[in-house]
């Protein structure tokens, strides 16, 4: 179908002309670029014949074009030739006055003459530029990449004696705000460099005690004064990724550029804006991730951010930042400031799983599993996946559902996974091979047909998640209500698979009809609440679900109970966690929001997400607890909460934790309990800038610790501390059974008459 015919506005045509408009754009600036460059280094050959040959400027020229013609060269490589032998670099000296210009004599076209003239091509260029950083990066790409070196910094000389950094190339900006200052006790290893003139070559990195920028400790490394007019005005650091040979052509070659460095110092220096903690934040992540920025005069959306990851996944369209979005990514305008809109006005994260919606076969590849989020007033968060995450898309599918039963269809191989729980959905025996989606007609009832077509068709041509509800008929002919949802699993363009969930929804569609009778009994108010406290139950639910069955993580057996508050009115903010990280250790957290109702729900689910979220940057206890208390103070209503965020490292054994103002945890070791008094810590949401002090717990095998609420000991007319050593004398009368019976047990021996809900988490040490 054409775009005319999919758009009648034009809007379409429109993104696509303002698309092709930028490539051109960029492609006539390269080129302008590589022209300036070449004739920079064709006046600089055109200076030394008319200074060695005693010749007019233009007579020079043509004597340059005719002799690189009779030697076989194109023009540039014999201006490379003529600077470089003036300069001392290159394979053979230039020609005198008195000799004949065109003799091949004067042209190496040997491998050494070529990488000469490389050399000489990123000398030109870098002088060409008009800052140090984008000299940096010309010299980095244009000669000492061939020498191995993976990263270039440039230092100036200040009057006080310090060192300033005027430009990088091949360095994050986290690492280079590090050492955007070097103080006049300067490291070991810059010292001859800089008071001495003498270049250190360091081919097994430098000595123990002395930290120099660079990927690993025995990365080899260059430092190399550097000298303009018989004044050392700065230093240059070459650094390789691991340790190099540093023999004597290297070392010239290295050498040489950092002439060109010195000269180039004098252009305006490398000023980097402070870094935010959220550019830090997403410089660390392995995934694609940028920041947007709101005018707030004229509302348009800049680049502000780029990760290494965003900038590799879009290629030259990566190279974007300070640029406006409408015109860096032109197909990516308009979807992208809505979702920032709607997330700034929702103070929520919003989703999509595919950006841009519909192909363009000049544009760059998809933005897929894309999440937008406010971060702060103007700022706004993209992140996204270049090849579609099964993880990501099973969290989508089951963000929708509970008590689920998984599927995946694998298109290149033709195969298809259930989980378990879908053979009893279709009354199928469990070695039967699994119905792909694209052939469940057979197991639909006839009335259903286009709702199944309908979802296939969102799925594999429209590529994107979608949901639906058909009868299924087992083979005993009894219907059954079937839930789907699922989403596309996407390699760029190509569809690869299907991975959604099934939900046997029969018991729910029967009591919806039921209570549609119901609802239509009451009164607009009356059911304007009844729908808001199921919105909030449902909500609770679905973000503290019961672990009725034992799970294993490192190092731990852990079990979770979730009892809601008698009166079902009081719907409260009691949460908890327990979360495996990829670096092996596990989160277990428990929080309490103060109040009940659909405002404490909302309030949790934003706490307890945060939580996830943020336990995957690594970070201590105390640290995501400060965190916490950010997100807690810029949640809608400013609620205040207690909470425990605790890490458990089975390497070690060791509980790394942080509390503000909860209960103490239980700890049961041999058959006697007692209380691990927290650290005085202000509650969430009291105060900005709060910080959060931890404690190390090392704990041993067979240890048990219990996290709890206070809906599990309060009682209306004792003190605190008689619940909590009523639970102690609990706590040790079960110390010899299993864990799943042991909190049951304390669940239905719990002493608190408050009708609050009650969370309890209990770990046991492996």
Not at 339 to 364: I, K, Y
Not at 670 to 696: Q, V
Request: aromatic content about 4%; glycine content about 8%; some cysteine.
């Amino acid at each position: 179908m054409s775009t005319s015919a999919q758009d009648p506005s034009g809007a379409g045509r429109e993104r696509d002309d303002l698309a092709a408009a930028v490539a051109e754009l960029s492609a006539r600036n390269a080129d302008l670029r590589a022209e300036l460059v070449r004739r920079h280094l064709l006046d600089l050959a055109t200076g030394v014949l008319v200074t060695r040959l005693a010749t007019s400027p233009s007579e020079a020229a043509e004597q340059l074009a005719r002799m690189a013609a009779e030697t076989g060269l194109s023009t540039e490589d014999f201006a490379a030739d003529i600077v470089n032998g003036v300069a001392g670099t290159a394979a053979v000296t230039p020609p005198p006055a008195t000799a004949n210009p065109s003799s091949a004599a004067y042209a190496d076209r040997g491998p050494r003459g070529d990488e000469a003239r490389r050399m000489r091509r990123a000398m030109t260029d870098a002088e060409a530029h008009h800052t140090v950083e984008e000299a940096a990066a010309a010299l980095l790409d244009g000669g000492l990449r061939h020498l191995g070196v993976q990263s270039l910094w440039l230092w100036r000389r200040t009057g006080s004696g310090c060192l300033q950094l005027a430009g990088h190339a091949g360095v994050g900006a986290t690492e280079a705000s590090q050492w955007r200052w070097i103080p006049p006790s300067l490291p070991a290893s810059f010292r001859p460099a800089l008071l001495e003139d003498s270049p250190v070559w360091l081919a097994a990195g430098p000595p123990p005690d002395d930290v120099l920028p660079g990927p690993a400790p025995q990365a080899a490394r260059a430092v190399l004064p550097l000298r303009l007019r018989g004044t050392t005005v700065g230093v240059a650091l070459a650094v390789w990724p691991d340790r190099a040979d540093l023999d004597g052509p290297v070392r010239r070659a290295v050498t040489d550029l950092m002439d060109v460095a010195a000269r180039v110092l004098t252009a305006p220096v490398w000023e980097p804006a402070p870094l935010p903690a959220l550019d830090e934040l997403l410089d660390a992540m392995a995934h694609p991730a940028l920041t947007l920025m709101r005018d707030p005069e004229t509302g348009a959306l800049a680049v502000e951010h780029l990760n290494q990851a965003a900038v590799e996944a879009l290629g030259i369209a990566g190279q974007t930042a300070g640029q406006l979005l409408s015109r860096a990514h032109p197909l990516l305008h308009a979807p992208l400031a809505g979702l920032a809109e709607l997330a700034h006005s929702t103070s929520s994260l919003q989703r999509v799983s595919r950006l841009p919606a519909v192909d363009h076969a000049d544009a760059a590849a998809p933005l897929l599993d894309v999440r937008v989020l406010p971060a702060g007033a103007e700022r706004t968060v993209v992140l996204w996946h270049t090849s579609t995450d099964r993880g990501t898309a099973a969290t989508r599918a089951v963000a929708r559902l509970q008590g689920v039963a998984p599927f995946e269809d694998n298109l290149l191989t033709g195969t298809s996974t259930w989980g378990e729980q879908a053979y009893g959905i279709f009354g199928a025996p469990r070695d039967a091979p699994p119905i792909p989606l694209t052939e469940l007609y057979q197991r639909v009832h006839p009335e259903d047909d286009e709702d199944l077509t309908e979802l296939l068709r969102n799925l594999t041509q429209r590529r994107r998640g979608a949901a639906t509800v058909i009868r299924v008929v087992r083979d005993d002919g009894r219907q059954r209500h079937v839930r789907i949802t699922a989403e596309p699993l996407l390699d760029q363009r190509t569809l690869i698979g299907i991975s959604g969930i099934y939900q046997d929804v029969s018991a729910e569609f029967h009591t919806e009809v039921a209570l549609s009778a119901t609802f239509d009994q009451l009164t607009a108010v009356q059911a304007q609440a009844a729908l808001r406290h199921r919105l909030a139950l449902q909500l609770q639910q679905a973000i503290v679900p019961e672990m009725p069955a034992l799970e294993v993580l490192p190092g731990l057996q852990a079990t979770a109970r979730y009892r809601p508050a008698v009166q079902e009115y009081r719907v409260g903010g009691d949460w908890y966690d327990v979360l495996p990280l990829p670096d092996g250790k596990v989160l277990v957290a428990v929080g309490d929001i103060a109040g009940h109702g659909i405002d404490s729900a909302t309030g949790m689910v934003a706490l307890r997400n945060a939580l996830r979220g943020l336990a995957f940057t690594g970070h201590t206890p105390g640290r995501l607890m400060s965190w916490l208390n950010e997100v807690t103070i810029h949640t809608q209503g400013r609620p205040t909460a207690t909470a425990v965020c605790a890490l458990y490292d089975p390497a070690d054994r060791t509980l790394r934790w942080a509390s503000a103002g909860h209960l103490p945890l239980l700890l049961l070791r041999e058959g006697h309990a007692r209380l691990l008094a927290p650290p005085k810590n202000i509650l969430l949401g009291a105060t900005p800038d709060a910080r959060y002090e931890e404690i190390t717990t090392q704990l041993k095998p067979g240890d048990t610790l219990l996290l709890f609420t206070d809906g599990l000991i309060e009682r209306r007319h004792d003190a605190l501390d008689e619940g909590l050593q009523a639970l102690l004398r609990t706590a040790e009368e079960l110390a010899g059974r299993e864990i799943d019976d042991q909190v049951d047990r304390l669940l239905g021996a719990a002493t608190g008459d408050t009708d609050d809900d009650t969370s309890l988490i209990a770990v046991r040490v492996r």
